[in-house]
């Protein structure tokens, strides 16, 4: 039987003013279970605190309902006030009068007392329900995580760590200093910021309690109060902090430049940095940002930012050794590649792709001149011997990566000489061949055996003879038939036979009228090499259109500029021929149906189109296979007529021979052939070493997003020399090649996408041996009390305010550039500088409230600090220069509150600053200044004031990622995303998570004083929290009635908390198990149990109902 | 339909958010018609939709659920449910006879003292407008 209380506040006039309690308290009095009703005027205070303690005790009350103000209010409060007359805290319900009642209808007397009748009998329903909870104890672990390390954040974890406890501090940048470190100095005092802050930053570096980690982020956070357990993502420096001594030889090396962040774009840093001279940890940092673009897309995986990053810096030689890491064919491959990273680069969006692979020619051209000397050979630490089947660039690859890694390798190849296609199908004219040559000497030079004249096609012999695995990469250097009548007339050249010819030095004789069958780059080269050998009209006839030949289009371009004609959309039918010799080709012309296959348009006859061409000779060149009896017997095949092998090992179907290239690809690019004999030399290494060849294969590789161009000039990428078409008689190279100088400039056009390329050459001067390009980022996890999140402002970008001329002009800057430029550290060495032209600037002029009370912009607020900064700013500048004068135009101007603020503006004036009150209308340029226009408030009087510098002051604003942040810490933000404060006048620096606090501009704009003070706040409740024997954990957790849990376990399923696990009774069924210490009490479980099985104590289904049917 | 209907409104408030908003609304002193009568409850996600339904058996005209916005629920995933099972009820109500307009599911942050009275408001009015649910 329910004994209930009732208690009714007036709240001085707040309730009574718009409830009649008497006529509440008459109703309220004959409900049931109801023996008590008194009223007071203020319940919360002691006196009424002390009345319902002693009805309690002498109405033997054992439930009580208050009618009063939110329980989100006074709920704690009156829980103690039952608590102290002997009764369970969680035997009282209160029901909210005022919020929800008399303040929200002031002046409806009637309604309002029935409403509030309703809402004290809807407690009364309920209480009777309400069950007694005894809150467990729970042990707090006495360490604290705060996160941010800007003055707030720093403030709070000295105080922290100085009362005993151990904190870790979590900052995303490279160096905790936030914002403060960028002023020049801090307003009132003119104190230099950096002199009061860095000591506070060293003595967090050197501090005992303080477990610093910079350069990390949050990850997660679970738990409660006293028991928080956290993950934090350490990003890799890709340094060794423990071995780096600051010394900045690694930056000095580095060829990658940026602007820098901290000096907000007026300065420059390299990609291996420190962001200030003054930041803890004092340690460099590599910034990297994935794979660039060009990277991702050669299927070698080349690193052409690295070798154009030391192009650029004129360090061609190490540029070399950049891409002979990866492959041995600089001049190979920079002459005749496809090139896909080109398609890819970045700065094609600018302008141009940057001409990757002609600098990629340039080394090596450069290195021929100078004299190449011989490769040291490689120390052979392998006995297992490995044969590769082929010297064409899949053959030679897979061997110069195995030999590099120690092992024996022989390549054996049929042919007279080595190379492969590179030698017998491409033209002298575009890859000569002592740059081919000499490619392959080094090759040989660190130990490769190369056996010329040796077919293999007994792949037993070889394996007796010792070698323990086999590549085969021996292409495909069949030509294709047409199969068309008449082909095999003498006369008919099939493209890669009459290459081989011309490559091998054996004369070919043809006439002067030539047809070539074909759109690809087989067929292009026997047009240019017909074309040197003397012929006169040559066609090539393809049978799709422009668009879809798959010839490079420089090549196309080159071959019909030495006067190669070409005939789209036809293709040959029959050879005709006169006296056992060609004198004709019969074709037909087609037009384009539906796509194939390849995703090209299919070619479909025109019927009765047929005409005919005279011609002389007639070159196949529709396509390249394998020749099968060239090839070991026992091997598979695909329904192509490649060999199959498994697409991420390589291995073909007899263990331990390995197959890549055109062989297995059919006729593709260079460049795929070197990836894939790349691939195979991992497969083999790790063949013979008897380890997973599969693991971890393919490699994704992650392109980097987002790669900014902003303040990019367009600049024309260098054109290619070429030889003059008058002297393009013999086989001479066509394409010339960059000089020195162009390809200085060429490389300079390079966006460095990855930032860091990768070069390696900071690990060259690294003395400490400090660098580790191949770090991971690592997880920690912490198991933390109490948590302060102190995460700060972001910066407005002020090139927004285009209005202002932000963006527009270069001598409009934002308040913390000019900051920057005063500061002796700075990018301007302490000089304030016109951005335009270097000079000193005389007139300067201050916009106020850029951004802020401003509600298109977003930030309706005042930001607080800028009217004290703009009269910082314009006392420093007179001092910086005493010629200079500024105006301060603005809205309105305070110096709020604080000590000496005010009188800080009036010493602005004093020291010579115009205080204007206006509104800007424009921003314009006139004779190399800038004129600023507008007019007076209550005057209205027009003004313009010419000015050689305008500054915008730029409000705070919270960081971009500030709401995602939040979510994972569970904490609350409003809508213009900054922490909301537990009750923004009484507790601001708590919130409504019990253990976390807030502090800083992560919560609202402040200064450096308030920052400060509110970090020692947050560190107080923390340290209170911390000095109690334990807390109570909240008992409004869920429970399972086991008698009624069916085990569907769906309840498992919706836990946000992961707080039920499965558990299997003595009777062997399984029912639900909730762990208490993870249940945050929310009831989504509650809902989903379809048989009602689990109750939510506090909320129980009955509790509820009860409101329910009251109401 | 009596010229003085008064809708009788039950709002399910969840205690971190929404609740807080309904606070803030009347320590702003804004006004907002008294039909409503709050049940608290930890999260919007512990509302059973049958507890709705009963809510209009007992005789409600129009329910609220609300909650954290979408992303910002105390309990994380709580709302997301919450969504989910209105969305389903949602259809059911017009086979039991239930004008779906009578249940509203809206989201209110803490700070939302002015939307919440707006929502109360117009709610209100639109029940108003729908007249008195006959019995179910």
């Known amino acids: ?1111 | 339909m009596s010229v003085e209907y008064q809708p009788k409104v039950i709002g399910f408030l969840c205690n971190w958010c929404s609740y807080a908003g309904a606070d803030m609304a009347g320590t702003s002193r804004m006004g907002y018609p008294q039909n409503i009568r709050i049940i608290r409850v930890p999260c919007s996600g512990r509302v059973d939709p049958l507890l709705v339904l009963k809510c209009f058996q007992r005789g409600a005209d129009g329910v609220l659920v609300s909650g954290c916005h979408p992303g910002d629920c105390h309990y994380t995933e709580g709302n997301y449910h919450t969504r989910r099972r209105f969305a389903l009820l949602r259809e059911f109500l017009d086979y039991l006879g239930i004008a779906k307009e009578r249940l509203k599911v809206e989201w209110v942050s803490a700070s939302e003292g002015q939307r919440f009275a707006e929502l109360v408001s117009d709610f209100t009015a639109e029940l108003t407008k729908l007249g008195p649910r006959s019995k179910v």
């Open chain 1, 1 to 1111: 039987m329910a004994r209930i209380g009732v208690f009714l506040c007036h709240c001085g006039s707040n309730i009574a003013g718009a409830v009649n309690i008497s006529e509440v308290a008459e109703t309220v009095r004959k409900l049931p279970q109801v023996v008590h009703v008194e009223d007071n005027k203020f319940t919360c205070s002691d006196p009424g605190q002390a009345a319902i303690q002693k009805a309690i005790t002498e109405h033997k009350l054992n439930r009580v309902v208050i009618g009063a103000c939110s329980p989100r209010m006074h709920e704690t409060t009156f829980r103690r006030t039952v608590a102290g007359a002997g009764l369970n805290p969680y035997l009282l319900e209160i029901a909210n009068i005022r919020e929800h009642c008399s303040w929200v209808h002031p002046d409806q007397v009637e309604l309002a007392t029935a409403k509030a009748i309703d809402l004290v009998r809807r407690a009364v329903a309920r209480v009777a329900w309400q069950e007694p909870l005894t809150p467990k104890q729970v042990g707090i672990t006495r360490r604290a995580l705060v996160i941010g390390g800007g003055i707030a954040g720093i403030q709070a974890s000295l105080d922290i760590a100085d009362a005993g406890y151990e904190v870790v501090l979590v900052e995303r940048e490279p160096s905790i200093g936030g914002h403060m470190a960028q002023l020049d100095k801090t307003f009132p005092t003119l104190d230099c910021s950096a002199c009061i802050l860095t000591p506070k930053m060293t003595m967090v570096g050197q501090h005992a309690n303080i477990k610093l980690m910079s350069y990390s982020e949050l990850e997660d956070i679970s738990g409660y109060i006293g028991n928080f357990r956290v993950r934090i993502k350490n990003k890799s420096r890709y340094i060794d902090v423990s071995k780096c001594t600051g010394c900045g030889e690694c930056a000095k090396a580095c060829p990658v430049e940026l602007n820098s962040e901290f000096d907000l774009n007026l300065g420059r840093r390299k990609a291996i940095y420190i962001p200030f001279p003054q930041a803890i940890p004092n340690k460099y940092t590599i910034d990297k940002r994935g794979y660039p673009p060009c990277r991702v897309a050669c299927p070698a995986g080349v690193n052409a930012q690295g070798y154009i990053a030391l192009i650029s810096q004129g360090k061609f030689n190490e540029a070399l050794e950049v891409l002979r890491r990866t492959m041995p064919f600089a001049g190979v491959c920079g002459r005749v590649c496809t090139h896909p990273c080109e398609q890819e680069c970045e700065r094609g969006k600018v302008d141009q792709p940057v001409a990757i692979r002609t600098l990629k020619r340039f080394m090596a051209d450069y290195e021929l001149k100078a004299g190449r000397e011989k490769a040291t050979p490689v120390e052979r630490t392998k006995e297992e011997k490995v044969a590769i089947v082929g010297s064409g660039p899949a053959g030679l690859a897979c061997a110069y990566d195995l030999v590099r890694q120690g092992y024996p390798v022989t390549v054996f190849e049929s042919a007279p000489e080595a190379g492969g296609l590179l030698r017998y199908g491409i033209p002298e004219y575009r890859l000569p061949k002592e740059v081919l040559s000499s490619e392959i000497s080094y090759i040989q030079e660190l130990g490769v055996e190369i056996k010329t004249n040796t077919p293999v096609k007994n792949l037993t012999k070889i394996f007796n003879e010792g070698y323990k695995a086999v590549f085969l990469g021996t292409g495909a250097g069949i030509s294709q038939k047409m199969g068309i009548p008449g082909e095999n007339t003498p006369g008919v050249l099939h493209s890669l036979d009459f290459l081989r010819q011309v490559n091998a030095g054996v004369k070919v004789n043809l006439g002067s009228k030539v047809a070539i069958s074909g759109g690809g780059n087989a067929a292009v080269d026997a047009a240019r090499v017909a074309r040197r050998l003397g012929a006169n009209e040559i066609t090539v006839v393809y049978r799709r259109s422009r668009d879809e030949m798959p010839a490079i289009p420089s090549e196309i371009e080159e071959m019909e500029r030495e006067g190669v004609k070409i005939q789209f959309l036809a293709a040959p039918v029959k050879v005709l021929s006169k006296e056992s010799r060609v004198n004709g080709m019969q074709c037909i012309r087609m037009e384009l149906g539906e796509p194939d296959a390849s995703g090209r348009r299919r070619p479909v006859p025109i019927k009765g189109s047929e005409f005919t061409m005279d011609v002389d000779n007639v070159i196949i060149a529709i396509g390249q296979g394998l020749d099968k009896a060239m090839l070991p017997e026992g091997l598979a095949y695909t329904n192509w007529g490649t060999l199959t092998v498994d697409p991420v090992t390589l291995q073909t179907n007899i263990d331990g021979v390995f197959a890549g290239g055109d062989v297995v690809s059919g006729p593709a690019d260079i460049i795929s052939a070197v990836a894939a004999g790349k691939e195979a030399a991992i497969s083999v290494d790790r063949y013979l070493k008897g380890i997973d060849m599969k693991e971890g294969r393919p490699e994704t590789r992650e392109k980097v997003k987002d790669v900014p161009k902003e303040g990019v000039v367009k600049k024309e990428r260098a054109a290619m020399p070429t030889l003059e078409l008058g002297e393009r008689k013999g086989f001479d190279e066509v394409e010339l090649g960059f000089d020195e100088k162009t390809a200085v400039e060429e490389a300079k056009r390079c966006l460095n996408c990855a930032v860091c390329s990768e070069c390696l050459e900071c690990e060259k001067v690294c003395e400490a041996e400090a660098i580790d390009h191949e770090m991971q980022d690592k997880i920690s996890e912490e198991d933390v009390g109490a948590i302060v999140v102190a995460t700060g402002a972001g910066v407005l970008d002020h090139t927004q305010f285009s209005i202002y001329g932000g963006g527009v002009y270069p001598d409009v800057v934002s308040s913390l550039q000019l900051e920057r430029m005063m500061n002796a550290a700075g990018p301007t060495g302490g000089e304030v500088l016109r951005p335009s032209n270097g000079a000193h600037p005389k007139e300067i002029v201050f916009i106020s409230c850029v951004g802020s009370r401003d509600e298109r912009t977003g930030s309706g607020y005042c930001s607080k600090v800028c009217c004290m900064y703009m009269a910082k700013e314009a006392i420093m500048l007179k001092e910086h220069d005493p010629e200079a004068h500024s105006y301060i135009i603005y809205t309105d101007a305070r110096g709020p509150g604080g000590k000496i603020f005010e009188d800080f503006l009036t010493r602005a004036e004093e020291a010579g600053t115009t205080y204007m009150r206006g509104q800007i209308d424009s921003v314009s340029q006139q004779d190399g200044r800038l004129l600023i226009s507008g007019q007076g408030f209550f005057t209205n009087e027009k003004f313009n004031i010419p000015a050689d510098l305008v500054v915008l002051a730029t409000g705070l604003m919270p960081n971009e990622d500030a709401s995602k942040l939040f979510q994972t810490i569970h904490v609350s933000y409003d809508a213009k995303n900054y922490l909301l404060q537990a009750h923004p006048k009484l507790r601001p620096v708590e919130t409504a998570m019990d253990g976390i606090f807030i502090a800083g501009c992560a919560v609202a704009p402040t200064d450096v004083p308030e920052s400060v003070t509110q970090g020692s706040a947050a560190a107080e409740y923390v340290l209170k929290l911390f000095s109690q024997e334990a807390i109570e954990a909240e008992p409004m957790t869920s429970i399972v009635d086991i008698a009624r849990c069916a085990g569907c376990l769906l309840c498992r399923q919706v836990c946000p908390f992961q707080a039920i696990e499965a558990e299997t009774l003595r009777d062997g069924r399984t029912v639900a198990s909730i762990n208490e210490s993870l249940c945050k009490g929310c009831g989504i479980c509650v809902v989903a149990c379809r048989p009602g099985a689990i109750k939510l104590r506090g909320f129980g289904d009955q509790q509820v109902l009860a409101e329910v049917m009251a109401l």
